[in-house]
């Protein structure tokens, strides 16, 4: 199989289109042939009035997609300059914002692993279905890098500090916590899934979610929401450790020990980021800020360092610089949003709408 040839999947079947990620053996990580093939699929299908919907999903029982292509930046940035890596994240970014503002129904099946650029493929989506299967999160900080494909974005929107707790810690959600964080819409079993996309074919969008939708499983989040909003309300990462190691429930404990083996540097940049998009609103501004950091992180030690530990040597033992919270300056944060003038994603300067 040639990424460029097979690595997506496309056929129509009735009104729908489908796109599949077929890369099941890399739990369908995206590369930027795919992201391409798929930004093409969907201008074709666009402008297809044979097309009414379009449906996301992903080869094999692993899940949809576990993200990006990690291993091929981490050698971009150690053998290269990281161009390759920054021109794949230009197209990635822009197709996430294509998906949101697409104007056909795009019904992403967020079956088992939903990761990273794998959310970036189907959060942003008008329809977004979950199973019992479903495992999703932004890992990012775990690598020493930050969400990014409109992450921010969309953790920004969540209840409280639901998306400040998700997005330092990456931690693994289920079904009934994708839900209650909006980062999804519907709870449909998976055995059920090969019928609810055989009838998108026949079905309006809404007619075939409501023949197959179901109550969600009850998720932790809902019941942790104390600890989590009184603790990631703090003005600072220090404080926000210094909060949940001194709450009393062990999960915030646990929490506080996640944030501690977690990259300093990326920890203070992804805070910033989510505060920074929260004032930014609109999806393009994100993701153009979300660029800058990307690039600016390929400049950084953390990332390639994170992904050496995790991902290549697989030792779980990344050495950060700076090594704790303490050394990481203002300024240092501060140069992850500095504009990059001619390199500018520039999403937001064609964009008039705004995303609520």
Known sequence: MTDSEEAVRLHTAGRVAHLTLNRPRALNALNHAMVRQVDEALTAWEQDPAVETVVITGAGERGLCAGGD??????????????????FWRDEYRLNARIARYTKPYVAVM?????????????????????ERSRIAMPETGIGFVPDVGG??????????LGTHLALTGAVIGAGDALLCGLADHFVPSFALPRFVADLA???????????????????????????????SAGSLEEIVQRLLAHPDPAAK??????????????KVTLAALRRARRLGLLERVLDQEYRVSCVALTAPDLVEGIRAQVID???NPRWSPATLAEVTEADVERFFTPLGERELGLAAGSVAEVA
């Open 70 to 87: 990690i291993r091929a930046i981490h050698d971009d940035v150690r053998d290269g300059d990281g161009s390759t890596s920054a021109a």
């Open 111 to 131: 079956d088992g692993i939903v990761m990273g650029g794998g959310v970036g493929v189907s959060a942003h989506g008008s329809v977004r279905v979950v199973t």
């Open 152 to 161: 921010t974005y969309l953790l920004a929107l969540a209840s409280g500090e």
């Open 202 to 232: 026949d079905l309006p969008v809404r007619d075939a979610v409501a023949r197959h939708v179901r109550p969600a499983p009850q998720g932790e989040l809902a019941g942790r929401r104390e600890w989590i909003d009184a603790c990631y």
């Open 254 to 267: 646990e929490a506080a020990e996640s944030l501690l083996a977690k990259s300093p540097t990326a920890l």
């Open 314 to 316: 697989k030792d779980r």
